[in-house]
């Protein structure tokens, strides 16, 4: 890093920004999972070594193992307290860093199935929200769809809708993650995520991440992405590129998240750069901080130091991010207009500038 890392830090910080690429399940830090997990009798990976053992046991080495420690991780919210307070932390952590908006992605039939009450979760959730609020960050939930269970489609929207019944901001978008592959088509989720559009949801399905160009295209194309999560691998086809370009679709670029999974060997061969250069909209986001071991602002500096951004360069991302935010244009105006004012430091490392 920089030697004048601090005052960097200082000034990402100062920066309003939203995290538009941002799972609740993997945002719950080692300390509320044991916790949690103490209070439900959950038998959490690692935690017959306390904090340690459960800190050891949910470093990612690959995206199986991932997938491992997010769902016994997940079985920590088992009420509507616990949601809250998965909420209220995430919220916390967001505000120290600048974050004024968070659209944080929620699985819901994971917990549906696991026999928590629909209700309980909707209240965990709306209370979460009002803590955010408490604490200056706005938090909007996308509620997510995994691509391989198709069963839990519909009862995802329906979930979505008992939320927006009691607030109608609450939730922005449906989502979609889960392994990409051949054997996952995107056919069966033309029609939710249609109906989706139809109540004013918006579509931010992840693609490019596991697969290549061709599972951004199909985002896309058949399920009329607003946003794609991650969308890296576009560069792997100039036609598809056009395309996320010419529909105005931004990408949620998670680098470290990438780096954890292996879709990237390291953050120097990260294609960041690349997407900038070929006029794509960029925003930088976390993915599942608690288990990658990152934060927003930790992203925002490991890219700078990686790609010799400059000040400007961060400032440019910080305002796509609220550019590509589902807020209003008052609220987006407001908060554009208190990015503009930050005052970058006086020395500023020499930096090649990317945007």
């Known amino acids: 890093m920089p030697a004048q890392i601090e005052p960097l830090r200082a000034f990402v910080r100062a920066l309003p920004k939203a995290e538009l690429h941002l799972h609740l399940e993997g945002s719950i830090s080692a300390e509320l999972s044991l916790r949690l997990a103490t209070r439900h009798a959950v ?106 269970l198709f069963d839990d489609a519909w009862p995802t929207l329906a979930f979505a809708q008992a939320v927006r019944r009691h607030d109608p901001s609450a939730v922005v978008a449906l989502g979609l993650s889960g392994p990409e592959g051949g054997d996952h088509p995107l056919t069966p989720m033309v029609e939710v995520f249609a109906a989706g559009r139809a109540e004013g949801l918006r579509s931010v399905p992840h693609a490019g991440e596991l697969l290549g160009a061709a599972s951004v295209r199909a985002a896309i194309e058949l399920l009329a992405a607003d946003r794609i999560g991650h969308g890296v691998r576009c560069l792997e086809d100039p036609a598809v590129v056009e395309l996320v370009r010419e529909r105005g679709v931004a990408l949620e670029v998670c680098p470290s998240s990438n780096v954890a999974l292996g879709v990237v060997p390291s953050l120097a061969a990260h294609p960041l750069p690349h997407l900038h250069a070929a006029g794509l909209a960029v925003t930088l986001a976390t993915d599942d901080p608690a288990l990658f071991d990152v934060e927003i602002d930790d992203e925002y500096l490991r890219c700078a130091a990686a790609f010799e951004l400059d000040c400007e360069a961060l400032r440019g991302l910080a305002r796509r991010s609220l550019e590509y935010a589902f807020v209003s244009h008052a609220t987006k105006a407001r908060w554009l207009a208190e990015l503009d004012a930050v005052v970058a430091p006086a020395e500023q490392p020499p930096v090649q500038r990317v945007e």
């Open 43 to 148: 038998a959490l990976p690692g935690a017959e070594g306390g904090l340690a053992g459960v800190r050891a046991a949910r470093r990612v080495r690959d995206f199986r193992g991932f997938i491992r420690t997010y769902l016994a991780v997940s079985s920590c919210l088992a009420d509507a307290p616990a949601v809250t307070d998965a909420v209220d932390e995430l919220a916390a952590r967001l505000a120290a860093r600048g974050v004024r908006h968070a659209e944080v992605t929620f699985t819901a039939c994971t917990h549906l199935r696991r026999g928590v009450a629909e209700a309980a979760l909707v209240e965990g959730l709306l209370a979460g929200r009002e803590s955010a609020a408490a604490r200056g960050v706005s938090i909007a939930y996308v509620l997510d769809i995994v691509r391989h």
